[in-house]
């Protein structure tokens, strides 16, 4: 036993002295390139709207353009007829008020939580070249909002759409300063997994339908 334990040792040594040596032969390569923004970022083609809304639905997303804030309201109106959903289910205190003011049917009951057909909420900024929504955890209320109803509608305006996702966050260290909510994420597109036989499914861990009314002007 004390022999093969010796020569247990001895061929593990060896081993490590081959590894070794073979390290010191080979010579280090660093290649460093410096890479343009055109080079990483494919440009913001037409404009800023148009781009957000191309991505977004490239992913099994909804971009509804709209030309004014009260626009919004009269085509979230007209989807929940189509939908033939009997309301909305929304949190925020200032959207709740406007969908009501417009005479769309709303609840903020926590008793309607579970058996919402729709969500609505804000969000921090939308990327254009990706198509996504940044959200955070700002308001707590809101945390749940993005990820549990079967329709996630975000209400949104220009004044909030950036290019690129670093101007996003940059945006919302400004925003907060020392104070960044504990959580700041993006949402592209509905929830998505093609785990399964590469077969994509949509719904899969959040919202199955993601729709953004975005107000141009």
Known sequence: ?????I?????????LQRIGAAGK?????VNIQSLS????YKTIQPDSVICFKNELEAVNGRCILCDNESDVYEKIKIFL???NFQELFCRDTFFYSELKNHGIPVTNLETHFETMQAGVTGCE???ARTGSVLVSSNTPIQKQMNVFPPVHIVIAHASQLVDYLEEALVAIQKKYADSLPAVISTITGP???ADIEKTLVLGAHGPKEFIVFLSKV
């Open 1 to 5: 036993m004390k022999k093969m334990k």
């Open 7 to 15: 020569q247990s040792d001895l061929s593990r040594l060896e081993i």
């Open 25 to 29: 032969k080979r010579p280090a390569i």
């Open 37 to 40: 923004s055109d080079e990483i």
């Open 81 to 83: 007829q189509q939908s």
């Open 125 to 127: 900024s939308l990327v």
């Open 191 to 193: 929830s998505r997994t």
